[in-house]
């Protein structure tokens, strides 16, 4: 089945600036890739997703990237701001595929510093 | 409104007691899912459903059971609870169609359990 490894487990930024982290998967039919965000004390929810046929995609602050051929994708984010912190879990799972769909990351531990 | 709800949000309990953790969406969504996460830990999908009648396990091994007689309801349940099912338990549901509308996963408020 699927493996999804993310990096790195915490991640400490000051305000303002930018945050990456990566993911890697081992199938290598997955065709979508979403992250999710997890505030202290809530529900994880969807932040921003990338398929397959697309290497990158762009919401305001924050952007995914994928390489199909190295098998990784990362999320990026600019300017980054307090309410940024979080755990951030990004994702893998076959569109339509009989799998049980969604593959997580260990987490990353975002914090970012005033 | 549309969401996801699960009840109790927070159970206390002794060992060797029957609990269930309840899970109900509004949303139609024919896929639910059950996670086990430890605060800010991995998630780790203890259950999983297509439909009504359809369950199956997840990769982390359980000692818990679920039911899919409704679509909307998913409960959970541990016949005697031990400390070492202290956690939080998330519950998912999707749509289940295809397209990436179909997989965005959304969770609900979770039950946080101290099993004493």
């Known amino acids: 089945g699927e493996n999804v490894e993310q990096h790195p487990s915490t991640l400490s930024v000051q305000e303002g600036d930018s945050a990456v982290i990566k993911c890697t998967y081992s199938?290598?039919?997955?065709?979508?890739f979403p992250w999710y965000k997890q505030e202290l004390g809530k529900r994880p929810q969807l932040i921003i997703d990338?398929?397959?046929?697309?290497g990158e995609k762009k919401d305001q602050r924050i952007a995914v990237t994928l390489n199909k051929t190295a098998k990784h994708f990362s999320l990026h984010i600019t300017e980054t701001q307090p309410e940024d912190s979080a755990v951030y879990f990004c994702?893998?799972?076959?569109?339509?595929?009989?799998?049980?769909?969604?593959?997580f990351g260990s987490g990353t531990q975002l914090t970012v510093l005033p | 409104e549309a969401d996801i709800y699960q009840t109790p949000r927070y159970l206390v309990i002794g060992t060797g007691k029957k609990i269930t953790l309840e899970c109900s969406q509004t949303?139609?969504?024919?896929?639910m899912y059950w996670y086990q996460q430890d605060p800010g830990m991995e998630l780790h999908l203890i259950h999983y459903?297509?439909?009504?009648?359809?369950?199956e396990k997840g990769d982390l091994s359980s000692e818990s059971t679920v039911s899919r007689i409704r679509t909307e309801h998913f409960p959970l349940t541990l016949e005697s609870a031990r400390p070492s099912h202290t956690s939080q338990y998330l519950c998912?549901?999707?749509?289940?169609?295809?397209?990436?509308?179909?997989?965005?996963?959304?969770f609900g408020p979770g039950t946080r359990l101290l099993v004493l």
């Open positions: 990338i398929r397959s046929n697309v």
């Open positions: 199938d290598s039919a997955s065709n979508y």
């Open positions: 459903s297509y439909g009504v009648n359809s369950t």
């Open positions: 998912a549901s999707s749509l289940g169609t295809t397209g990436t509308r179909g997989e965005t996963q959304y």
């Open positions: 994702a893998a799972s076959i569109l339509g595929g009989s799998a049980r769909q969604l593959t």
């Open positions: 949303m139609g969504h024919d896929k």
